[in-house]
Structures are given as C-alpha cells and as structure tokens.
C-alpha cells in the first residue's frame, strides 16, 4: 500500500533501541534511572559510548517490591511479572527494553540489582535467581512503547526547526498482544 501511494517508509527499530534518547534512554527515565549509561557498547566513542540497554542508579535504594510498582506505574501495562533473588534492595539498575533476557548475566556481571525487560522465559529465570539478581518483566511492549510519544514531539520539534511542514501521526491505538484473565 505504501508504494502504492508513493509513501516512503523509514524503520529504524534496532536503531531506536540502541539511539541517545531513544527506547532505553525513555524507559530509564520513566522509572527514575539516573547516571546512566549503555552497559552493552555496540560503539565506543570520544564522547560517550552508544549501545543496547542502560545500567544506572536510583537516588536511594528501594525494596524490591516498591520498585516493582514504580516500573509498573510508569509504563503502559496492567501486570509485571517479578523474579525475586532475595532479601537485597534496589539500587544499581539494568534495563533493555523489548526482549533481551540474553543480557541478564551480562547485568548481573555488572552488579546490577535488578534487570527491567520483557520476555523472560522460565529457564532465564531461574538463572537470574541462582545468580542473585531480581528481575523485572514488564513485556516486550510496554518497555518500548512509552518512546511512541516521545519521538513524535522531536520529530515535530526538528522539522519545525528546519522549516518543513509534515504531519507527523502517533500511534495511540496499539496495545500488547497479551491479556491478563
């Protein structure tokens, strides 16, 4: 249909995911991750380092359950799912938005007391808790959702600036696969 009506398509998910500002960046700061930076480089630079997740620190450390709730507040889902490795507070956090339970050692390596993602299967799990770190599922949609609004005003923001006039559509119907019953 879009080639149809001469409509060109630019998808940059992976980009996005990875980007300053983007997917990780917006779910790090909805739930209060400060002093943040990417804890998997895909590309070191002068000038700060770029790469999938985040991995920061909470301005003082919460238990485990009231950090749960925060993440659960702060994004667009009805339910999270939480893996418990303990009695240990919640101060250094790791995050990757979507589905990247691959990384759950690699946040656990890096001292992280939680990893906030979604997707996590049993057997990720279960490793996270023999490793000692929580985690935090709050599904593939609703870790990537909330950068949706977020990159609609920016894009308004820089064609604005640049003298162009382009309608710029945010998706506001799209809701995860999943239901609860």
Known sequence: ML????????????????????V???LAERIGLQQREPF?????????????????????PVSLREFALRV???????????????????????LCGGSAAEYIGKAASLGADVYVTG???????????????????AGHFGTEFPVVSVLKTQLERELAGAGE?????????????????
Do not use: W
């Not at 997707?119 to 599922?137: N, P």
């Not at 006039?165 to 019953?181: G, M, R, T």
């Open 3 to 22: 080639l149809k009506h001469d409509i060109a398509l630019f998808a940059a998910h992976t980009n996005l995911d990875s980007a300053k500002g983007g």
């Open 24 to 26: 990780n960046d917006i």
């Open 40 to 60: 998997v480089v895909t590309c070191p630079e002068e000038h700060g380092a770029e790469g999938m997740g985040r991995i920061g620190r909470l301005s003082s």
């Open 72 to 94: 659960k507040a702060a994004l667009p889902v009805s339910h999270i799912r939480v893996v418990s490795a303990g009695n240990r507070s919640i101060s250094k956090v790791a």
């Open 119 to 137: 997707d996590v299967r049993y057997h990720d799990a279960q490793h996270a808790a023999e490793m000692g770190i929580h985690v935090i599922d």
């Open 165 to 181: 006039k382009v309608e710029i559509a945010e998706d506001a119907e799209s809701k995860d696969f999943f239901e609860v019953l």
